[in-house]
């Protein structure tokens, strides 16, 4: 009897939403490698929320190994791609018929679910120990923070300062105003059009100077600016070219890396023009999941699935129980929006497509 034919070789290099979802959805269909510099997945959408609830990060962090039970986990960076194999830092060379690139911004956490677990704990011990806080950057991010820190803590006092001249600058100008205004009804300072010197920041500095010479009094200081992309490492790979000036991927519409039949980039660090929300990423992931699986059964790239950007939509949670939702048209802030995003943050919806416990 002739032997199985071999599976077909698929390496996933980042293991953030994106590329943990597509090495679930494509385990048992092929022979799957996950690359991260991590031994588990982060949802980010919690990050803010266990900054405040450091108990909250335990349904977040989710080891690699808890989701993927048929696939190969290698904890360490991609360092290099040939036509052929992925190399890591720690020498490892992981030969592929397939690759996804999924590697989205460049973080700075740790290896290690316990050590995250700690650095959310000393956050919430400075948040806790600390009267007044500063919040530098306006993004999803600052905002988020700021939102979680007033409605778990409204006796603190918290200064937002954000060098731009609205707030959530990805949404519209009506959802920038709707915050602006939640902010200030909780007692935030809101600074626009202003920044803090970074390189001149510590922990012991209680005294900030901002470029409008104001001065802010605050016992601590968060960073929430944005991060830059993963894709640094690319530029001494065989896809350099295949990179924009802005560091991003650029795919076709099937996903497929331009240049290449059997490379494939999704989430954040793709070329396409859309906001960068996790929803996006986990539809980029089921797409190119479903493409290899037409690759692998010998199927023309004809039959590829073509990816398009739905409707601009954004969701910010603002704190508990409220958020603020833009939508085709419309843009609401309050319970209702909090009712879709703001309790649990998406984590039991993230957990189930993991084929985990919610």
């Known amino acids: 009897m002739a032997a199985a034919a071999a599976k077909a070789r698929v390496v996933v290099v980042g293991g953030g939403p994106a590329g943990s979802l597509f090495a679930t959805t494509m385990q048992g269909h092929a022979d799957v490698v996950l690359v991260d510099p991590k031994e ?5 959408y919690a990050e803010l929320r ?11 962090l989710i080891y690699h190994k808890d989701y993927l039970n048929d696939a190969t986990i290698v904890t360490s960076s991609a360092v290099n791609i040939t036509e052929h194999a992925v190399l890591t830092a720690d020498g490892h060379s992981l030969p592929y018929d397939y690759l996804v690139i999924a590697t989205g911004h460049a973080l700075t956490s740790p290896a290690s679910r316990a050590e995250r677990i700690k650095e959310f704990q000393r956050d919430n011990e400075k ?25 778990d803590y409204p006796g603190k006092k918290v200064t937002l300062i954000h060098r731009g001249p609205r707030l959530l600058e990805f949404m519209g100008e009506k959802a920038s105003k709707k915050c602006l205004d939640w902010l200030t009804s909780k007692k935030v300072d809101v600074l626009l059009q202003q920044s803090v010197d970074l390189g001149s920041l510590s922990d012991t500095e209680k005294v900030y100077r901002t470029s409008g010479e104001e001065t802010v009094i605050a016992d601590c200081h968060f960073v929430c600016i944005g991060k830059p992309l993963s894709s640094s490492w690319l530029h001494n790979t065989i896809l350099k070219e295949s990179l924009d000036s802005k560091g991003r ?26 906001i960068k929300q996790g929803y996006n990423a986990h539809k980029h992931a089921l797409l190119v999941a479903k493409n290899l699986k037409l690759l692998i059964k010998g199927l023309p790239n004809s039959k590829l699935a073509t990816y398009s950007t ?9 704190g508990r129980k409220e958020g603020l939702a833009q939508i085709p048209l419309l843009t609401l802030c309050g319970c209702l929006p909090g009712k879709i995003k703001s309790g649990d943050l998406f984590i039991g919806k993230t957990r189930k497509e993991m084929g985990l416990n919610g």
């Open 40 to 44: 588990y997945l982060e949802i980010p």
């Open 50 to 60: 266990s900054m405040v609830e450091p108990s909250f990060a335990e349904r977040s």
């Open 127 to 151: 948040i806790e120990s600390s009267e007044s806080v500063l919040i530098i950057g306006g993004g999803p991010t600052g905002v988020e923070l700021a939102a979680e820190i007033v409605v």
């Open 249 to 274: 991927v650029m795919v076709e519409k099937d996903l497929r890396v331009k240049g290449y039949n059997n490379i494939f980039a999704i989430g954040d660090i793709t070329d396409i023009p859309e």
């Open 310 to 318: 739905g409707y601009p939509l954004a969701l910010v949670s603002l």
